[in-house]
């Protein structure tokens, strides 16, 4: 079941990188602005190739280490171009955050655990006392200002 949830986020981000991309995306200062599209398209075939890999053994690795280079990729992308949107799954604008931090964590684990546990951990994110109020964000304390120390931005709440 986990494997078909993230063949279709692996397909949705392929079909966004394979119309172009983000023009806000951080993947421009890693390649140049004028590779941009074509890392993307790139990119797009690769994560095809991935969601089509997941029923083998050896795919589910593959598609692991994957989102484990992409966890990489955010974490860099956070540092080196904080005013940068990840450019993963849309051209909406929002600089890199926990969430696609943790979303990469989420769905390199996902291909090997079973649906139940997935869903049960969602189920504590959504529902935990930190979503309250109307910035919440998600279980960490992110802060709401960016002249806040570096402790203070990754400080789990």
């Known amino acids: 079941m986990m494997e078909v949830l993230v063949a279709a986020v692996l397909l949705w981000a392929a079909v966004f990188k394979l119309r172009g991309g983000s023009k806000r995306s951080a993947l421009g200062k890693l390649v140049g602005k004028h590779r941009t599209k074509t890392a993307f398209r790139i990119i797009g075939v690769v994560e095809i190739g991935l969601a089509i890999s997941l029923p083998v053994p050896a ?18 992308a956070r540092v080196a171009a904080p005013d940068s949107s990840c450019g993963c799954l849309s051209d909406k604008f929002a600089p890199v955050g926990m969430r696609a931090i943790v979303r990469s964590l989420v769905l390199a684990g996902a ?25 919440a ?7 709401l200002q960016r002249d806040e120390p570096e402790a203070v931005r990754f400080a789990l709440a």
């Open 59 to 76: 795919g589910k690795w593959a598609v692991a280490a994957w989102f484990l280079g992409l966890f990489g990729y955010l974490m860099w």
């Open 111 to 135: 291909v090997f655990l079973p649906w139940q546990a997935v869903m049960a951990a969602v189920a504590i994110v959504l529902l935990s006392a930190e979503r309250d109020g109307e910035r």
């Open 137 to 143: 964000t998600a279980v960490f304390a992110v802060p």
